[in-house]
């Protein structure tokens, strides 16, 4: 038999779960002025306001919240950074942080915190990885009327303390992720990715938890 070893097999995502979750141990130690480097500001204010355009996917609001979040990262991340290599994964996570946190400061009112437009943006672009030109697989409806849908209707519902548009616009992104690489790289598009009707199915099974939190004006002590 032979000799088996740890490998760090993706480090895109690896990294992005320690870093968040040691950013989210030293907010317990180091207190409220850390945590605003970690959060989308409403608002235009000083340089964490620009900082936390994009670091609000390492900031999160209790431990329930990152794990949650990271629970499915690391099920598709690894999945989706084989397929796409890690530097294009770490710029599609890059730009669906920024957008969310543009789109913060011009709709809306409060401090946004998590990794769950990330997710959302995650299994957006595993289920069109069977794209072929000219064809949108049956697969990619599915899975966006279910979880788009949901978070539509929860927008409208009752309060619940989750940014439903955030999960939205990393939905959107993963789709045009999907899309423009299965353009980009034709040869690849049809191959499809492991196990990614797995990942798909327990990423819906859990995906409920998963929550960009939008926090009071002033982030909570945790």
């Not at 990294?15 to 970690?38: E, N």
């Not at 980009?184 to 990942?199: D, V």
Request: proline fraction near 5%; hydrophobic fraction near 50%.
């Amino acid at each position: 038999m032979p000799k088996l070893k740890i490998s760090y097999n993706a480090p895109v995502v690896l990294t992005f779960a320690i870093v968040a979750t040691l950013v989210h141990g030293l907010s317990h130690v180091l207190g409220d002025w850390w945590k605003y480097w970690f959060a989308a500001y409403p608002e235009f204010h000083g340089i964490r306001s620009y900082v936390g355009m994009v670091s609000h996917i390492l900031g999160h609001a209790n431990w329930d919240h990152l794990l949650s979040n990271f629970m499915m990262i690391l099920l598709v991340g690894p999945i989706l950074e084989e397929r796409h290599g890690s530097r294009e994964l770490a710029t599609m996570i890059l730009i669906t942080a920024l957008i969310t946190g543009l789109i913060n400061v011009a709709f809306f009112s409060n401090f946004l915190v998590g990794a769950s437009g990330i997710v959302f943006m995650m299994i957006l672009l595993a289920s069109v990885a069977n794209v072929r030109r000219g064809e949108i697989p049956l697969s990619f409806i599915a899975v966006t009327i279910l979880f788009c849908g949901r978070e539509v209707i929860a927008m409208f519902g009752t309060a619940d303390g989750i940014s439903h548009s955030a999960h939205l616009i990393g939905g959107a992104a993963g789709a045009a992720f999907g899309f423009l690489t299965a353009k980009a790289h034709p040869e690849a598009a049809g191959q499809g990715l492991p196990a990614t009707g797995k990942a798909g199915g327990l990423a819906a099974l859990g995906a409920g938890k998963a929550s960009a939190s939008p926090v009071p004006r002033k982030p909570p002590t945790v």
